[in-house]
């Protein structure tokens, strides 16, 4: 059975910093790539980042410089450290992975941000 289970949403204020983690469970977490996505209220969900299984990344443009993604294979584990955080970042994040075959959620996590 897959898990992807999220941490550290929360609320902060505009400047502060969150990191978010995603510990997976039930696949091969090596071999797929991870990515964070996020919904805000009324709007559809979108990709914010991903890594691949090789180490590469890519970001949306909105959080380009404030955002890093990594993972740690050891652990199963792929983190969002996010920094300088705004109000536009307020939403539910989502953790994905896909092993080339298959596509699985978390449950997500929110993350807050106040002006």
């Known amino acids: 059975q897959v898990q992807l289970v999220e941490s550290g949403g929360g609320l902060v204020q505009a400047g502060g910093s969150l990191r978010l983690s995603c510990a997976a469970s039930?696949?091969?977490?090596?071999?797929?790539?991870m990515s964070w996505y996020r919904q805000a209220p009324g709007k559809q969900r979108e990709s914010v980042a991903v890594?691949?299984?090789?180490?590469?990344?890519n970001y949306e443009d909105s959080v380009k410089g404030r955002f890093t993604i990594s993972r740690d294979n050891a652990k199963s584990t792929v983190y969002l450290q996010m920094n300088s955080l705004k109000p536009e970042d307020t939403a539910v994040y989502y953790c994905?992975?896909?092993?080339?075959?298959?596509?699985?959620w978390g449950q997500g996590t929110q993350v807050s941000v106040s002006s």
């Open positions: 994905n992975a896909n092993d080339g075959r298959w596509s699985y």
């Open positions: 039930g696949i091969i977490f090596s071999i797929s790539a």
């Open positions: 890594v691949t299984r090789s180490g590469s990344t």
